[in-house]
């Protein structure tokens, strides 16, 4: 499935989301590709695997190109034993907040500490409620991105 991507990217400053969240999801995922022009990614959510394309992001980091096929989770398996090095672990808490879907991923291992909430948009104006644990906006700034986590991760800032 293709479609084109809005989202803005926030850091979390308290774990009230967890509260709130309607499901979680053990994410295991690797990058058979980092350039920021295509990122090409592998990634098992929960018993699924993805295998997922990206293009490069707008000027103001809110919206990008995607495409996304389902594959077996032991394709994905497969597909990460060919990933660059970097593999990132995560569990993705699904949170409902006023009209819009908050996605917000606890990262372990190298990169245990960060907690990052995105939400995906329509339009790249549309207004959303903020819940009271989102912190700082840090659309677009690269270093957030999990291709460029999964190459210095968050414990070696």
């Known amino acids: 499935m293709e479609h084109l991507e809005i989202e803005r990217k ?3 400053k308290s774990d009230e989301f ?3 969240a309607t499901s979680q999801t053990r994410i295991v995922q690797g990058f058979l590709n980092t350039d920021s022009d295509r990122t090409v990614r592998v990634r098992i959510s929960g018993d699924k695997g993805f295998l997922t394309v990206k ?3 707008n000027e103001s980091g809110t919206t990008r190109f995607e495409w996304e096929t389902e594959i077996t989770a032991a394709e994905a398996t497969n597909l990460i ?3 660059e090095a970097g593999i990132l672990e995560k569990i993705r808490f699904e949170v409902p907040f006023g009209n819009h879907l908050y996605e917000v ?3 372990l291992s190298e990169n245990k500490g960060l907690i990052l909430a995105e939400v995906e948009l329509n339009h790249e104006d549309e207004r959303f409620e903020k ?3 989102l912190g700082e906006e840090v659309t677009g700034q690269i270093q957030y991105y999990n291709s460029q986590l999964s ?3 968050f414990r070696e800032w």
């Open 10 to 12: 926030f850091l979390v």
């Open 55 to 57: 293009g490069a992001s």
């Open 151 to 153: 190459k210095k991760p």
């Open 81 to 83: 034993d060919l990933c």
């Open 131 to 133: 819940p009271e644990w």
């Open 18 to 20: 967890k509260q709130k």
């Open 105 to 107: 991923d606890e990262f």
